[in-house]
């Protein structure tokens, strides 16, 4: 079992692949999508994959033009590496909130979705912004998505209307505030 574990978490890399796959467990994904998210080398991405599909960690098919992968939910480590990963790996506000400070325009950043484990929240992150269609903002969430390896559904709104929404009672934002959620960081919007 030991040296199971030590295959499995052979490398970053294939940890974080681990972790793309067991954040979205419903997902089926090819090497191109993994490498996207994950800001890696597709070649790099392959050879992961492949090592995770020979230790029975993910399931593959074939279908033209590749193959797809999936968790293998039957595995016997796959609960207690989820419970792992669940549990050490998606805490991280601190790192999530550092990317999101970088941007001075960026006045406040609440985490929701896949980052706080509720699923009933359709947005991942509200990041409310002084100039909300800024190229830094697109940077900054690939780097979020390639730090917590998992795709970000994202929303960024000026801040005036952010607050006309919070007026209104808007059901996005009801959505992210009544279930489960952590302000990252608020630069007194």
């Known amino acids: 079992m030991f040296k199971d574990i030590s295959k499995i978490m052979g490398s970053t890399l294939r940890v974080r692949v681990l972790v793309f796959f067991i954040g979205q467990s419903e997902v089926w994904g090819n090497a191109r999508d993994v490498a996207c998210v994950l800001g890696a080398p597709r070649a790099s991405v392959?050879?992961?994959?492949?090592?995770?599909?020979?230790?029975?960690?993910?399931?593959?098919?074939?279908?033209r033009g590749g193959c797809l992968y999936h968790i293998d939910e039957k595995d016997g480590l796959f609960t207690p590496i989820q419970t792992f990963v669940r549990?050490?790996?998606?805490?991280?506000?601190?790192?999530?909130?550092?990317?999101?400070?970088?941007?001075?325009?960026?006045?406040?950043?609440?985490?929701?979705?896949?980052?706080?484990?509720?699923?009933?929240?359709s947005v991942d992150i509200l990041i409310v912004s002084k100039k909300p269609n800024d190229k830094k903002?697109?940077?900054?969430?690939?780097?979020?998505e390639?730090?917590?390896a998992l795709p970000i559904r994202y929303v960024?709104?000026?801040?005036g209307e952010y607050h006309d929404r919070t007026q209104a009672y808007d059901r996005m934002l009801r959505d992210i505030f009544e279930y489960n959620h952590r302000v990252l960081f608020d630069r007194g919007t």
């Open 46 to 63: 392959q050879k992961e994959l492949t090592a995770l599909v020979h230790l029975r960690m993910l399931r593959v098919r074939k279908v």
């Open 87 to 121: 549990d050490t790996l998606l805490l991280m506000d601190v790192d999530l909130a550092s990317i999101f400070r970088t941007d001075r325009n960026t006045t406040l950043v609440v985490a929701s979705g896949v980052i706080t484990q509720e699923p009933r929240s």
């Open 137 to 144: 903002t697109e940077r900054i969430i690939k780097k979020a």
């Open 146 to 148: 390639a730090f917590i």
């Open 156 to 159: 960024v709104l000026e801040e």
